[in-house]
Antibody
């Protein structure tokens, strides 16, 4: 079954860290760039980060640069997002999304995992 | 940053009616790199259209995309019950940004 399943969300205090995972199945994970996209409660979608198929290149939205790290393990078909120095405004559902392979639109999404940053 | 403005914010229609959703960009971007998604509560977004007018795999032909430059449109020719959802446009011609969404609700 072609799917992406996120995990690792939860409630965390401001300034602390959290690591999200995204397990991929049903397609050749190592051939595709992967992304994280977040959605604050009741709000729209915001792109967060991208990693190339082989993991050699990554890109970040300005507000998370220097705080978040995207990585992948192609042997485990898993995408990660290490989130450090978390802020209240990082509260959101975090979706992983599969890149199309050619351009940065997303042809498969996971349901997401909720991260709540609160004291 | 390219800002996408979607209108209307909410569209109230009945099954069988035609829906027309607008997405306007603050500046033009590369090669009509525009996609449309819909999302139902608690579910993952689903890709409908890419390249402004190409339907994604498995998307029925009642969905069509059009437009160029800074003005784009998603048309649903005859609304089915499963089409009531929130619709987002996304540009990928200059980094990535999304519109704020249009909710298509049952009248």
């Amino acid at each position: 079954q072609v799917q992406l399943v996120e995990s690792g969300g939860g409630v965390v205090q401001p300034g602390r860290s959290l690591r999200l995972s995204c397990a991929a199945s049903g397609f050749t994970f190592s051939l595709y760039g992967m992304h994280w996209v977040r959605q604050a409660p009741g709000k729209g979608l915001e792109w967060v980060a991208m990693i190339s198929a082989d993991g050699s290149n990554n890109y970040y939205e300005d507000s998370v640069k220097g705080r978040f790290i995207i990585s992948r393990d192609n042997s485990k078909n898993t995408l990660y997002l290490q989130m450090n120095s978390l802020r209240a405004e990082d509260t959101a559902v975090y979706h992983c999304a599969k890149g199309s392979g050619v351009a940065w639109y997303f042809d498969l999404w996971g349901r997401g995992t909720l991260v709540t940053v609160s004291s | 940053e390219i800002v996408l403005t979607q209108s209307p914010g909410t569209l109230s229609l009945s099954p069988g009616e035609r829906a027309t959703l607008s997405c306007r960009a603050s500046q033009s971007f590369r090669s009509n790199y525009l996609a449309w998604y819909h999302q139902k509560p608690g579910q993952a977004p689903r890709l409908l259209i890419y390249g402004a007018s190409s339907r994604a795999t498995g998307i029925p032909d009642r969905f069509s995309g059009s437009g160029s430059g800074t003005d784009f449109t998603l048309t649903i020719s005859r609304l089915e019950p499963e089409d009531f959802a929130v619709y987002y446009c996304q540009q990928y011609g200059g980094s990535v940004t999304f519109g704020g969404g249009t909710k298509v609700e049952i009248k």
